[in-house]
């Protein structure tokens, strides 16, 4: 694990777009392609105005999500709309997108259509919330132990949290510590502490703390006061 600090979010957000963008631009030539899965809400806004500017060949690019709310995609709840109207501009309009959710009318047949579009992603970037969450794996949900469990075969699950509207749909602790790199980008002294709290050892009560005291993928952590 590697830390990274900075004093705002604009020099916060050029520095994860720049290494994005790196890991991004490798993949392309080892590979021909790359998949970025993003987080939502509100803290990534920078980053993605940041990134969608990155001179990448996009139209390579698969951009998706790392959780997505059980919503329609023009809800104001919505990650796909979120990417839509912040990432998919400028250069970055090039590049594919493949949201996680449909019509949200059906939750079984679009769990499973978002299962076997699926596509392991080259880079994620994860969130954290103050209750030590992270993608949609939240503290105290009845499918916390599903999404937890490394011998889970599909990639994505339905999480109905306990303290947040909406049902979702999240990668897995598996899906995504088979990425080829993780970035977690947390804001604030609040989250420091959580942090802090959740590297002092692996525990159920914090969900972040799973990504942390791993060695399957490394993760970088990008920290802003």
């Known amino acids: 694990m590697q ?7 604009p020099a916060s957000a050029a520095a994860l777009a720049a ?10 030539v080892r590979d021909g392609r790359a998949v970025l899965a993003v987080s939502g809400g509100k803290s990534p806004v920078p980053f993605f105005h940041a990134l ?5 060949d996009w139209s390579r690019v698969l951009i998706t999500l790392v959780d997505e709310r059980f919503v329609p995609p023009d809800h104001p709840d919505s990650n796909a709309a979120l990417v839509r109207e912040h990432l998919l501009q400028d250069a970055a309009a090039a590049a594919r997108f493949l949201p996680l959710v449909g019509a949200a009318s059906d939750e079984l047949a679009e769990l499973a259509a978002a299962n ?18 992270t993608a949609s794996l939240f503290p105290g949900a009845s499918a916390l132990a599903e999404g937890l469990d490394m011998a889970r075969s599909l990639p994505l699950l ?3 949290p306990l303290t947040a509207p909406h049902l979702r749909f999240s990668m897995s602790k598996a899906a995504l510590l088979a990425c080829d790199s993780l970035i977690l980008s947390i804001q ?7 942090f802090e709290q959740a590297a002092q050892g692996i525990n159920d009560s914090l969900p972040i703390s799973h990504f942390l005291l791993q060695t399957e993928c490394p993760i970088d952590v990008y920290w802003t006061a």
């Open 3 to 9: 830390w990274f600090e900075f004093p705002d979010a």
């Open 19 to 28: 290494t994005v963008a790196q890991r991004l631009s490798a993949a392309l």
């Open 52 to 56: 969608r500017s990155q001179p990448l």
């Open 116 to 133: 076997a579009a699926y596509l392991r992603p080259t880079v994620a970037v994860l969130g954290m919330g103050e209750d030590g969450h």
């Open 158 to 160: 339905a999480v109905q």
């Open 188 to 194: 604030g002294a609040g989250k420091r502490q959580v």
